[in-house]
């Protein structure tokens, strides 16, 4: 039988060892960016997935939304991170997407209810064609509460579809006041229930 030499064997425990520790020091970073309040929202946010918001896939651990690029009303740029310090329900929608406008009255009506200094409802349009179209759709439903958002390229839908968090719209992302993801839902919701509320209190808390 030939011997493998000590020579192999220890560098093949040297590279295994670099490895896990490339490994463990990845998952501490990704973990390490989001402080433990975050944590202990999400722990909080566990039991009240149910009912109307029983689709939302809460994240295994805390971590950093992606960053996110789009333009408020005026045409002016605006980034994810600017809501740091409120929670945030990020909501991608369309005006060709049926179960989107469905759903946008009770964005609206959650916004009106909910949304303060701890929270607020940024639900962003992606249409890439017709661009006024929007703005006569929500003012012809009578939107009230909602800040209007658009992103005319659909580069964030772009984004989430790529980091595999989007397949569809509508799609709508968790993101508690530190910026951290906290889950992701694909699909309608209906965000002025009750099961909703509870929910989205959880998230706003400090």
Not at 64 to 80: H, M, N, R, S, T
Not at 118 to 141: C, G, M, S, W, Y
Not at 163 to 181: M, Q, R, V
Request: with cysteine.
């Amino acid at each position: 039988m030939t011997r493998t030499p000590l020579a192999l064997l220890a560098l093949a425990a040297l590279i295994g060892a670099a490895t896990l520790y490339e490994t463990l020091h990845h998952a501490d970073k990704v973990g390490g960016d989001c402080p433990a309040s975050s944590a202990a929202t999400l722990a909080a946010l566990a039991p009240l997935a149910k009912g109307d918001v029983a689709a939302v896939a809460l994240a295994k651990a805390p971590h950093p939304a992606i960053p996110l690029a789009f333009q408020d009303a005026e045409g002016k740029p605006v980034d994810l991170a600017s809501f740091k310090g409120r929670a945030v329900l990020l909501n991608l929608w369309a005006t060709w997407c049926v179960p989107c406008r469905a759903e946008m009255p009770a964005l609206d009506r959650l916004q009106a209810k909910a949304g303060s200094n701890a929270f607020q409802v940024v639900a962003v349009n992606v249409d890439t064609a017709r661009l006024d179209k929007p703005k006569a759709f929500l003012h012809e439903i009578g939107v009230k509460s909602l800040t209007r958002y658009a992103d005319p390229k659909s580069d964030t839908f772009e984004a989430l579809r790529l980091a595999g968090k989007a397949l569809g719209l509508p799609t709508s992302l968790l993101i508690d006041s530190n910026g951290c993801e906290m889950g992701v839902i694909g699909g309608p919701a209906n965000w002025d229930g009750e099961d909703a509320g509870r929910l989205i209190q959880a998230l706003a808390a400090r």
